[in-house]
């Protein structure tokens, strides 16, 4: 992505969202961060960040909508978002439901938010999980990570239909099993190598392959 494009991340203030900021930084783009709390890190690089934003909430909403008032945005990255575990007979669905409003229902808050704003030729990243795989998914459990990204899935597909016309494209990217705190750090590539991955992806993403879901290391992955 060239210079002066305006890249807006959220959950921007640590791991594989701090990454696509440096990385979009580097690359002389405006980066402009979104997170509930600020970071020192995040601060280094972002040409703007607005916090104090829980994008599940109609408050959090306006005050991103308003704080991005008559910007124009050339890549939206959806990049917040919530993992717990729940096991059959103990499922707690208050976790299930907190998922589904970080990792599917914020994203679609935010792209109807903010879409007025994207130009034609401009992006929408959604990063989900190959966890949202119905066709992937060996090895059951985790209930909530699964059905949210699912669901993601799914809200980015008829984005992208939705969007086709404007000239929006769209993707759903799976970053890869990222050593972040989400996971305790115990992920098989870094932050920096995801990011790198993922920025690519971004990159080759053209009306003609919207709507599809990848994983950062280019493989198509299976709804």
């Given at each position: 992505m060239s210079d002066n494009k305006t890249v807006v991340i959220t959950g921007a203030n640590r791991g594989i969202g701090?990454?696509?900021?440096?990385?979009?930084?580097?690359?002389?783009?405006?980066?402009?961060?979104?997170?509930?709390?600020?970071?020192?890190?995040?601060?280094?690089?972002?040409?703007?960040?607005?916090?104090?934003?829980?994008?599940?909430?109609?408050?959090?909403?306006?005050?991103?909508?308003?704080?991005?008032?008559?910007?124009?945005?050339?890549?939206?990255?959806?990049?917040?978002?919530?993992?717990?575990?729940?096991?059959?007979?103990?499922?707690?669905?208050?976790?299930?439901?907190?998922q589904m409003e970080i990792n599917a229902y914020a994203p679609l808050r935010v792209a109807e938010a903010l879409v007025s704003q994207i130009p034609s030729g401009g992006k929408i990243a959604n990063i989900t999980s190959r966890m949202g795989s119905i066709a992937d998914n060996d090895s059951g459990g985790r209930y909530g990570y699964r059905a949210s990204k699912a669901a993601l899935n799914a809200?980015?597909?008829?984005?992208?239909?939705?969007?086709?016309?404007?000239?929006?494209?769209?993707?759903?990217?799976?970053?890869?099993?990222?050593q972040t705190r989400m996971v305790n750090f115990g992920g098989l590539i870094t932050p920096e190598e995801s990011a790198k991955g993922l920025a690519a992806r971004i990159e080759n993403l053209t009306l003609e392959n919207t709507g599809s879901f990848w994983h950062s290391n280019g493989e198509e992955l299976p709804w």
């Open positions: 701090l990454e696509l900021a440096r990385h979009y930084a580097a690359e002389g783009c405006d980066v402009i961060g979104v997170c509930r709390e600020a970071s020192a890190e995040l601060e280094e690089v972002a040409a703007r960040i607005i916090d104090g934003v829980d994008v599940t909430t109609d408050n959090g909403i306006q005050k991103l909508t308003e704080g991005l008032k008559g910007q124009s945005i050339d890549l939206l990255i959806n990049n917040a978002g919530l993992l717990q575990d729940e096991k059959l007979g103990s499922i707690d669905f208050d976790s299930i439901r907190a809200f980015g597909k008829s984005l992208a239909i939705d969007l086709k016309p404007r000239g929006i494209a769209v993707a759903q990217l799976h970053p890869g099993y990222v």
